[in-house]
C-alpha cells in the first residue's frame, strides 16, 4: 500500500513562510509525478504545484514567485515552501501522486491544515 504522509502546516502570519513535507512510503522514483493541492473553505480542491519525475515544475498562478515544490529522493519526500504567505492561502494542502503503472493511482494523503492570519 501507497502512503503519504504531509507535515509541516501551522498558523503563521500573513508574510511569513512555511515548508510542508509529504513524505512518501515507497521510493519517490515510482511516481510519475508529485503535486501539491489545496481545498479553501468553501472551494474546490485546485493543483498548487507540480512535479514531474523529469524535473517539470508547474505551478498555480496564484502561487507563482512564492511556492517552491521540490523532492529530495533519498528521504522520498517532496515539500512546498511557501514563501510571503497571503490570507487566502489558507486551505488544507494534500499530497498528491500520479503512477501510470498502477490503476489506484493517484495517491492522496490526509491533508495538513495552513492558516494564514492577518
Known amino acids: 500500500q501507497v502512503q503519504l504522509v504531509e507535515s509541516g502546516g501551522g498558523l503563521v502570519q500573513a508574510g511569513g513562510s512555511l515548508r510542508l513535507s509529504c513524505a512518501a512510503s515507497?521510493?519517490?522514483?515510482?511516481?510519475?509525478?508529485m503535486a501539491w493541492y489545496r481545498r479553501a473553505p468553501g472551494k474546490e480542491r485546485e493543483l498548487v504545484a507540480r512535479?514531474?519525475?523529469?524535473?517539470?515544475?508547474n505551478y498555480a498562478e496564484s502561487v507563482k514567485g512564492r511556492f517552491t515544490i521540490s523532492r529530495d529522493n533519498v528521504k522520498n519526500t517532496v515539500y512546498l515552501q511557501m514563501n510571503s504567505l497571503k490570507p487566502e492561502d489558507t486551505a488544507v494542502y494534500y499530497c498528491?501522486?500520479?503512477?501510470?503503472?498502477?490503476?489506484?493511482?493517484?495517491?492522496w494523503g490526509q491533508g495538513t491544515l495552513v492558516t494564514v492570519s492577518s
Open positions: 498528491n501522486a500520479e503512477a501510470d503503472w498502477d490503476n489506484r493511482s493517484p495517491y
Open positions: 515507497i521510493s519517490i522514483f515510482s511516481f510519475n509525478a
Open positions: 512535479l514531474t519525475n523529469t524535473g517539470s515544475r
